[in-house]
Every structure is written in structure tokens, then in C-alpha cells.
């Protein structure tokens, strides 16, 4: 039986990077594997993220966010982080065979070092330490990670064989990238810039969020950056158009994509109608997910129970793989 689990932060409202990069794959993955955790990672949020005004809303909107995407609570485990204790009790035994120089070289760490004004509290030290129990606390054989993130996996393996090396054992699972494409898609800001959508980013006109009205999503594509044109036949896109021709392919018909590929290539193109269509078909792919979420985020005692549930599934695996790993260590005095 093959285990996959993978989370996001509830940092802020969820784009299309989001749902094509990650919840579109979940929604994928509770039909194709056996045993699926899809957590919604509010522990590691507090790294950046400590409002406790802010973060309830966040973590509400997370949920019902996964669940209007696709996510079946009958198919896959859907839980909240600090909802399975059993992860932190992890997070603490690996943290002792995490060592301090390998976490201080961690990319993430680093850029958030050279950042002006940001604190470095240890929990943004050990956040390998944290991802790497979200995943062995469920012995997951498979994770779907960005390339942002495969350091980070990297990591997880590496504690979880000195973990076994060091008592001898093959317990714990060393975890596995996966991703259904050979190609992590990537879907770019509207500015131009080639730069990833983003939650924080603080110019909302540069993402299409998933609960954005029609009216806003209309309004960003006509703004959306693009170029002068081709100059001659068959030109490189530049990445302000590449980033347009992305987003068609994800969400507009393939003749219609067909059509305006053929209008760049022979330098007729007009980005005025590629961003009028490109603008409706996006509100019709994104209309009903954005009517769900309003209509889930409506009924606060489904999305609870949905994470009641998810919690009781996860606490058991997490159970199974703690008590293992107690016993192995010897943390079994008077039995």
C-alpha cells in the first residue's frame, strides 16, 4: 500500500499557482493511492504568520478551499496540523538527529537571513525538522513537492535513515518526490516578471486568487503585462506572454489555444482578444470553485466535522508510528 501526504500553509487566500501546483494533484492522488494525508500546515505558518485574529479565518478558508477544489474526506485524510499532537512529539526526537550546520545551510533559512528585518526565531531553523514529522509520522512512501521544497524532502530522508542506522532498524519510510508531470507547472504573476504567483505578495493584481468575483478576474487579465509583439515569425515568447499562454492552456479550450498560438506565430495576434478570451474562459473555470468555497465557508460545523475526522484518521497513523518509534528508542520504562 502506497501512502502520499503532502500540505500548504494557511498564509493567505489560494491562487491558481496553488490549485494547479498542488490541489489539482491531491484531488488526483485520493483516486490513485491507497492511504492520502492533505493536511492544512498551520505550525509552520507561525514561522512568518502569528496573527491569532487572522489565522482561524485562514485555516477556514484553507479547509473549505480543499474540499470545493475536490478533496473527498471519504477518500483521503484532511486535517489541520495542530490538530495531531503526534507530529510535534515526532518533530522533537528527530530534532536530535538534525544537525545544527546542515539547517543553518538550508536555502530557505539562508534567503530568510539576508532578509532586512526578519527575526530568526528557531522554529524557521528547525521548519526541515517539522516537515520531515508531517511526512515520517505517516511513513509516506510518496510526496508531491516543488523544486522549492526538495531540499527540504532531502532532509526528511536523511533523518529518517540516521534514524535507522542509528538503532538498526528499517521503521521509518524514506520518503519520495513525486509529481504526475516530469515538468513542475508553474504559474506566473501577472507583472511580467517571470516570478511565481504568490500569497504574499503584497500587489494582489499580480495572482488570480480562487475567490476573486468575476468582475476582478476580468479586471487583472486586461492589466495583466504583456509585450510589443512578435517581430518575426515563430519568436521565443518573452515571459509576460509565456506566462498568458500558460494560463490558456490550463483553462481555455485546446482549439482555442490552437487559434491564438497560430496568430503569435505569424505575428497577428492581438493581446487585447487573447486577454478579453483568456479573462472569460478563467471566469468560467473559476467561477464554481469560488461558489463552493462561499457556500462551504457557510457551514462552519461541516468544515469542523470534516477536520474532526481527519484528525481522528491521522492521530492513528501518527499513534502507530510514534509508539514505534518510543519503543525502538527505549521510551518504554514501566511496561
Same mark, same amino acid.
Given at each position: 500500500?502506497?501512502?502520499?501526504?503532502?500540505?500548504?500553509?494557511?498564509?493567505?487566500?489560494?491562487?491558481?499557482?496553488?490549485?494547479?501546483? =498542488?490541489?489539482?494533484?491531491?484531488?488526483?492522488?485520493?483516486?490513485?493511492?491507497?492511504?492520502?494525508?492533505?493536511?492544512?500546515?498551520?505550525?509552520?505558518?507561525?514561522?512568518?504568520?502569528?496573527?491569532?485574529?487572522?489565522?482561524?479565518?485562514?485555516?477556514?478558508?484553507?479547509?473549505?478551499?480543499?474540499?470545493?477544489?475536490?478533496?473527498?474526506?471519504?477518500?483521503?485524510? /484532511?486535517?489541520?496540523?495542530?490538530?495531531?499532537?503526534?507530529?510535534?512529539?515526532?518533530?522533537?526526537?528527530?530534532?536530535?538527529?538534525?544537525?545544527?550546520?546542515?539547517?543553518?545551510?538550508?536555502?530557505?533559512?539562508?534567503?530568510?537571513?539576508?532578509?532586512?528585518?526578519?527575526?530568526?526565531?528557531?522554529?524557521?531553523?528547525?521548519?526541515?525538522?517539522?516537515? =520531515?514529522?508531517?511526512?515520517?509520522?505517516?511513513?509516506?512512501?510518496?510526496?508531491?513537492?516543488?523544486?522549492?521544497?526538495?531540499?527540504?524532502?532531502?532532509?526528511?530522508?536523511?533523518?529518517?535513515?540516521?534514524?535507522?542506522?542509528?538503532?538498526?532498524?528499517?521503521?521509518?519510510?524514506?520518503?519520495?518526490?513525486?509529481?504526475?508531470?516530469?515538468?513542475?507547472?508553474?504559474?506566473?504573476?501577472?507583472?511580467?516578471?517571470?516570478?511565481?504567483?504568490?500569497?504574499?505578495?503584497?500587489?494582489?493584481?499580480?495572482? /488570480?486568487?480562487?475567490?476573486?468575483?468575476?468582475? $476582478?478576474?476580468?479586471?487583472?487579465?486586461?492589466?495583466?503585462?504583456?509585450?510589443?509583439?512578435?517581430?518575426?515569425?515563430?519568436?521565443?515568447?518573452?515571459?509576460?506572454?509565456?506566462?498568458?499562454?500558460?494560463?490558456?492552456?490550463?483553462?481555455?479550450?485546446?482549439?482555442?489555444?490552437?487559434?491564438?498560438?497560430?496568430?503569435?506565430?505569424?505575428?497577428?495576434?492581438?493581446?487585447?482578444?487573447?486577454? /478579453?478570451?483568456?479573462?472569460?474562459?478563467?471566469?468560467?473555470?473559476?467561477?464554481?470553485?469560488?461558489?463552493?468555497? =462561499?457556500?462551504?465557508?457557510?457551514?462552519?460545523?461541516?468544515?469542523?466535522?470534516?477536520?474532526? $475526522?481527519?484528525?481522528?484518521?491521522?492521530?492513528?497513523?501518527?499513534?502507530?508510528?510514534?509508539?514505534?518509534?518510543?519503543?525502538?528508542?527505549?521510551?518504554?520504562?514501566? =511496561?
Amino acid at each position: 500500500m502506497q501512502t502520499v501526504l503532502s500540505g500548504s500553509r494557511p498564509t493567505g487566500l489560494f491562487h491558481l499557482g496553488n490549485y494547479f501546483g =498542488a490541489i489539482a494533484n491531491y484531488v488526483k492522488m485520493q483516486d490513485d493511492f491507497d492511504n492520502c494525508y492533505f493536511f492544512i500546515a498551520d505550525y509552520h505558518s507561525f514561522t512568518t504568520h502569528t496573527d491569532p485574529l487572522v489565522l482561524p479565518q485562514h485555516v477556514k478558508r484553507a479547509m473549505a478551499t480543499y474540499l470545493a477544489c475536490g478533496l473527498d474526506p471519504n477518500k483521503a485524510s /484532511v486535517y489541520v496540523q495542530s490538530d495531531v499532537p503526534e507530529i510535534p512529539e515526532l518533530y522533537l526526537l528527530l530534532a536530535m538527529f538534525a544537525n545544527k550546520g546542515e539547517l543553518e545551510k538550508c536555502t530557505t533559512f539562508k534567503e530568510k537571513a539576508r532578509q532586512k528585518g526578519q527575526t530568526l526565531n528557531a522554529g524557521l531553523l528547525t521548519y526541515p525538522v517539522l516537515m =520531515a514529522a508531517d511526512i515520517l509520522v505517516h511513513r509516506a512512501h510518496k510526496v508531491p513537492v516543488g523544486k522549492d521544497q526538495m531540499q527540504h524532502l532531502e532532509m526528511a530522508r536523511n533523518f529518517a535513515q540516521r534514524f535507522n542506522h542509528h538503532y538498526d532498524t528499517d521503521f521509518l519510510v524514506l520518503p519520495e518526490a513525486f509529481s504526475y508531470t516530469e515538468e513542475l507547472i508553474k504559474i506566473l504573476s501577472l507583472d511580467g516578471t517571470g516570478s511565481k504567483m504568490s500569497k504574499s505578495d503584497n500587489n494582489v493584481n499580480n495572482a /488570480v486568487f480562487l475567490t476573486d468575483t468575476d468582475e $476582478a478576474i476580468l479586471k487583472k487579465l486586461k492589466k495583466a503585462t504583456a509585450d510589443a509583439g512578435p517581430q518575426e515569425p515563430n519568436a521565443q515568447k518573452s515571459d509576460a506572454v509565456q506566462g498568458l499562454f500558460n494560463l490558456m492552456q490550463l483553462v481555455s479550450k485546446p482549439e482555442t489555444l490552437a487559434e491564438f498560438e497560430a496568430a503569435y506565430n505569424d505575428c497577428s495576434i492581438r493581446y487585447g482578444d487573447l486577454k /478579453v478570451q483568456l479573462g472569460k474562459d478563467m471566469v468560467d473555470y473559476v467561477g464554481p470553485i469560488r461558489d463552493k468555497i =462561499a457556500e462551504l465557508e457557510s457551514k462552519p460545523s461541516y468544515l469542523k466535522e470534516v477536520a474532526a $475526522a481527519g484528525a481522528e484518521t491521522a492521530r492513528k497513523s501518527g499513534r502507530e508510528t510514534l509508539d514505534g518509534v518510543r519503543e525502538i528508542m527505549g521510551i518504554n520504562y514501566f =511496561a
